[in-house]
RNA sequence: GCACUCGUAGCGCAAUUGGAUAGCGUGUCAGCCUCCGACGCUGAAGGUUGUGGGUUCGAUCCCCGCCGGGUGCACCA
């Protein structure tokens, strides 16, 4: 039940909207003062009354019932409090009727989302700065379809350029079959990275002609760059995994290849190509930016021409409601461009393009360069992460059974819940000392909560679980905390902010370990309450476990 | 230079999008395991929200100026 509607239902003043009211209804600052407030200085102009008086009045004329137990107007304030028994039997028996897609809604229904997330560049290994791209698009395609949208994953490949032609000349040059097989995306690199530091005029003619040789199709060049490209997508498919990210798709740069041209030619129909350097724009002067350029003066196309084809490609295969670009704000220019450049061709659906920005990461030396060595490599993160998992198993948990699987969930789960539980704008500086600390506001906390949790569960054996009480503060504060649950995805989805989530689930585990040091539950002096304390801790363990693999992140049945 | 963006406790960040006494973690200090998991909990200390104006009953949030950091600004992606 929604009590923000509920309460403008009933709330009148005159000359203000139920929406307008509804709109205003906050939440205190302070539990103590009630669980609802309105503020009323709004609305002190239009009635021409201090806002004093109209909150009195909203109060004494509020009609009492069995929903709202109070309204008490303070300091221009109306604070509503609820009947605690039946707003917590609403939330639970909502938890229970979802389980574990607790949170769902229909505001998605019939609707498409696309996503394009991650997008690998063939030949490059994963290091830290892809993470926020991987993570932040796999968390909103878990969080649009559990808002009922259907959700499709693209990994737009970079799969296209002349960087390739310089990868075949430097394996023809020093590479070796097996060795490649043996050092897989690594090896691959580390040619790709001598090129460039030992390529001379004569490599860098070669290296041309095998661009060339692939895209007029040559067998040679082309068996080549697809067993790169396999080796690419296995070693990706691999960390893939280790996420629990998904794809719907892999379409890249190359495949759009072929479906440039009749953009190109709608472009030139609506007269909105033209000129300049020797290369075909877009005039974007009135918008206050660059031009956009759709072909170089050499005639080849850029990744803008490929990202537009993209587009249209787009919108043709799935008729999204909505298509998000997870890229670094690096590139804020470019989309804005490319979004302009289609609403300029009339295509009303630019308006549903949206980039979803995302920070930067450096290391503490500065930003990385992968030529100088300065580099994270996301599989050592995770990697050290779950070693650190270990360790501290085997310490707090010595007797624990299948520790490699819980430590992989625990390791895991901390390097996902970094990227994820700030704002998506900030910059990160990474270090392996904040990505090893498990203390505090992390996704080890809200395991280890959960783990608490199904251990009291466990300690009830079979006890009765179930039954309503009036709930005391402790218990109450954590319902209010797992009612919110479902408004907090919306939040998320509406801002592309998971953070939200992950910043739900530390709020809740805080509430949770509150009640736990507050109320005994097993132990509880009567059987009803420790019944209905057992069914809020299953509750809140449901919650937490829906909210973390919202993030892709698991629970441990012990940890 | 122009555009975008960030600036909140020593450090890392929140603040329900304009609401009440600005919160959480970390770090420091002092406590709590012969009561369900101490990877936890309680308390103390720590703030002129970069700065100066403006709008408003009310500004961390909106507008303008300045200071500082980051990013981008024509054929790379």
């Known amino acids: 039940m929604d009590y923000k509607s509920y309460l403008a239902e009933r709330v009148q003043i005159d000359g203000v909207t139920k929406e307008e009211i509804a709109e205003t209804i906050a939440l205190p600052?302070?539990?103590?003062?009630?669980?609802?407030?309105?503020?009323?200085?709004?609305?002190?102009?239009?009635?021409?009354?201090?806002?004093?008086?109209?909150?009195?009045?909203?109060?004494?004329?509020?009609?009492?019932?069995?929903?709202?137990?109070?309204?008490?107007a303070v300091n221009g304030y109306v604070n509503f409090r609820v009947d605690r028994k039946g707003y917590a039997e609403g939330v639970l028996s909502r938890i229970e009727k979802e389980g574990p897609l607790y949170g769902s809604s229909k505001e998605g229904e019939g609707k498409t989302v696309c996503i394009d997330y991650s997008s690998v560049n063939i030949a490059k290994p994963f290091h830290i700065g892809h993470l926020s791209t991987t993570v932040l698009g796999g968390s909103l395609y878990r969080i649009f379809r559990r808002l009922g949208y259907h959700t499709v994953g693209i990994n737009h490949l970079g799969d296209y350029g002349t960087q390739f032609g310089k990868l075949i000349c430097a394996y023809r040059r020093w590479g070796d079959r097996a060795e490649v097989e043996k050092g897989g995306i690594h090896a691959i690199n580390a040619l790709y990275v001598r090129f460039n530091e030992e390529a001379d005029e004569a490599m860098e003619n070669e290296a041309r002609e095998y661009s060339r040789l692939i895209e007029s199709g040559d067998r040679e060049a082309n068996e080549l760059f697809d067993r790169f490209k396999d080796i690419t997508l296995r070693y990706v498919k691999g960390?893939?995994?280790?996420?629990?990210?998904?794809?719907d798709s892999y379409a890249g740069e190359s495949f759009y290849l072929d479906k440039?041209?009749?953009?190109?030619?709608?472009?030139?129909?609506?007269?909105?190509?033209?000129?300049?350097?020797?290369?075909?724009?877009?005039?974007?002067?009135?918008?206050?930016?660059?031009?956009?350029?759709?072909?170089?003066?050499?005639?080849?196309?850029?990744?803008?021409?490929?990202?537009?084809?993209?587009?249209?490609?787009?919108?043709?295969?799935?008729?999204?409601?909505?298509?998000?670009?997870?890229?670094?704000?690096?590139?804020n220019l470019h989309f804005k461009q490319l979004?302009?450049?289609?609403?300029?061709?009339?295509?009303?659906?630019?308006?549903?393009?949206?980039?979803?920005?995302?920070?930067?990461?450096?290391?503490?030396?500065?930003?990385?360069?992968?030529?100088?060595?300065?580099?994270?490599?996301?599989?050592?993160?995770?990697?050290r992460c779950v070693n650190k998992a270990k360790e501290i198993l085997a310490e707090k948990n010595p007797d624990l059974a299948n520790k490699d699987e819980v430590a992989e969930t625990v390791g895991v789960g901390a390097v996902v819940f970094g990227a994820l539980y700030n704002s998506k704008i900030k910059d990160i500086v990474f270090s392996y000392d904040k990505a090893?600390?498990?203390?505090?506001?992390?996704?080890?906390?809200?395991?280890?909560?959960?783990?608490?949790?199904k251990s009291v569960l466990a300690k009830a054996d079979g006890a009765k679980e179930g039954g309503m009480l009036p709930p005391g503060d402790a218990e109450f504060e954590l319902i209010k905390a797992l009612g919110a649950f479902p408004e907090a995805v919306v939040q998320a989805a509406k801002t592309y902010e998971p953070s939200v989530v992950a910043r739900y689930a530390v709020d809740t585990a805080q509430k949770f370990n509150k009640f736990y040091i507050d109320c005994k539950i097993v132990q509880a002096e009567s059987e009803e309450l420790r019944a209905f304390r057992l069914r809020l801790t299953r509750a809140t363990l449901t919650t937490l476990a829906a909210a973390l693999s919202l993030l892709g992140i698991g629970v441990p049945e012990k940890m």
């Open 29 to 72: 600052p302070d539990p103590a003062l009630g669980d609802y407030s309105l503020p009323c200085f709004k609305f002190a102009k239009i009635l021409r009354t201090s806002p004093v008086r109209i909150a009195e009045a909203v109060a004494a004329s509020y009609p009492a019932d069995g929903v709202i137990s109070e309204a008490k």
């Open 436 to 453: 090893l600390n498990f203390d505090g506001e992390t996704s080890v906390y809200v395991q280890y909560t959960c783990a608490r949790a």
């Open 239 to 247: 960390i893939y995994e280790r996420l629990h990210i998904t794809f």
């Open 260 to 331: 440039m041209q009749p953009v190109i030619d709608e472009l030139k129909e609506k007269g909105l190509l033209e000129e300049s350097r020797g290369a075909q724009v877009v005039d974007l002067e009135k918008y206050g930016m660059p031009p956009f350029i759709v072909l170089r003066s050499d005639g080849a196309s850029l990744y803008g021409t490929r990202d537009l084809a993209a587009a249209f490609y787009r919108k043709q295969t799935y008729d999204f409601d909505k298509c998000l670009y997870v890229v670094a704000y690096q590139q």
């Open 339 to 383: 979004f302009k450049v289609i609403e300029l061709m009339g295509k009303d659906w630019a308006k549903d393009l949206v980039h979803v920005a995302y920070g930067m990461v450096s290391l503490e030396d500065g930003a990385m360069a992968t030529r100088k060595g300065r580099v994270v490599w996301l599989e050592d993160v995770i990697s």
